[in-house]
């Protein structure tokens, strides 16, 4: 359910919390943590019907400067920054988080 047309990029980490509005964006952070990662290299477009799709390699997480690999018992929590045009200015927005426990 994103804006048509729209980038953005995930965010993952192993911890919750909230940030309300980080940087002036119209969303809420909602995951937190020390290893608190972007995947800088995975930008997608929303395409026309407002969805994307990633491959995740799971064993190349992105962990603070380095990359982990997802073991039986770690739950991992990712949430999708993008691009959003509300009002006629550009931003930001955060979708809800979604959490994966591994077994």
């Known amino acids: 359910a994103l804006p048509p047309q729209t980038f953005g990029l995930l965010v993952v980490s192993t911890g919750f919390g909230f940030v309300p509005n980080p940087a002036g964006s119209q969303g809420d952070l909602c ?13 997608f477009d929303s395409g026309p019907a407002g969805r994307a799709s990633i491959d ?5 997480i992105p962990s603070g400067t380095v990359f982990v690999t997802a073991t039986a018992g770690a739950t991992y929590n990712w949430q999708a920054w993008y691009r959003d045009v509300g ?10 988080a979604r959490s ?3 077994r």
């Not at 995951?31 to 930008?43: E, F, K, N, Q, T």
């Not at 995740?56 to 190349?60: E, G, I, N």
């Open 31 to 43: 995951i937190a943590g020390a290893g608190l990662s972007r995947y800088s290299d995975d930008v």
């Open 87 to 96: 009002g006629g200015a550009q931003t930001s927005n955060f979708t809800g």
């Open 56 to 60: 995740l390699d799971l064993t190349r």
């Open 100 to 102: 994966v426990l591994f």
